[in-house]
């Protein structure tokens, strides 16, 4: 997935997308909504006691190759990497 190409880690905490503050699923999803396939994003993560910027190129979404993809969804503040179907695709 693009987040794990950019290096992001189970675990890792976003709290910033592109300017926007990461709270909710909500807020990446609006943060990645204007963006395509093969933007640029920035992301400020939490990793411990650490903030990281980390920059990451989205991909097609496996199921809308017009919609942006960084493989990650939110469950309480944390990130967890998406591998499943886009791992698939990209293996194959």
């Known amino acids: 997935s693009p987040a794990a190409e950019a290096g992001l880690l189970a675990g890792d905490a976003i709290i910033e997308a592109n300017g926007v503050t ?7 999803v609006t943060a990645l ?3 395509s396939p093969k933007d640029e994003v920035s992301l400020q993560v939490r990793r411990g006691d650490e903030t ?3 920059e990451a190129t989205l991909a097609p979404y496996p199921d ?4 942006a993809y960084l493989g990650v969804f939110l469950a309480p503040g944390i ?3 998406e591998m499943e179907l886009f791992e ?3 293996n194959s």
């Open 79 to 81: 990130i967890h990497r």
């Open 88 to 90: 698939e695709q990209s």
């Open 64 to 67: 809308d190759a017009d919609r």
């Open 33 to 35: 909504a204007e963006l």
């Open 52 to 54: 990281l910027t980390i």
């Open 22 to 28: 990461v709270e909710s699923n909500e807020d990446l």
